[in-house]
């Protein structure tokens, strides 16, 4: 059975970092593209960052200079890096891995808030 487990999230202060896990089992996850995505209340899931099997790279326009994407293929484990934290940065963050069209999970996603 494949799980991704997400943690890390919690409530932040505006200028803060955070730091996300997703621990993945059930599958090896250097042979998967893995990725955040975020959704906000009442607005569409939306990319987050993407590192691939192979360690490229791709950030949403909202990540870009501030989040940093990273895996330790060891531990079967992504990481988010998130500085500079942002009000507009509130959401739910889920982990997601794809390896092909019908390869494709998702984890149950946790609470990153930022506030004052």
């Known amino acids: 059975q494949v799980q991704l487990v997400e943690s890390g999230g919690g409530l932040e202060h505006p200028g803060g970092s955070l730091r996300l896990s997703c621990a993945a089992s059930?599958?090896?996850?250097?042979?998967?593209?893995m990725a955040w995505y975020r959704q906000a209340p009442g607005k569409q899931r939306e990319l987050v960052a993407r590192i691939t099997d192979s360690g490229t790279t791709t950030y949403g326009d909202s990540a870009k200079g501030r989040f940093t994407i990273s895996r330790d293929n060891a531990k079967n484990t992504v990481y988010l890096q998130m500085n500079s934290l942002k009000p507009e940065d509130t959401a739910v963050y889920y982990c997601n891995a794809r390896r092909n069209s019908w390869s494709v999970y998702w984890g149950q996603g946790t609470q990153v808030t930022v506030s004052s």
């Open positions: 059930g599958i090896i996850a250097s042979i998967y593209d």
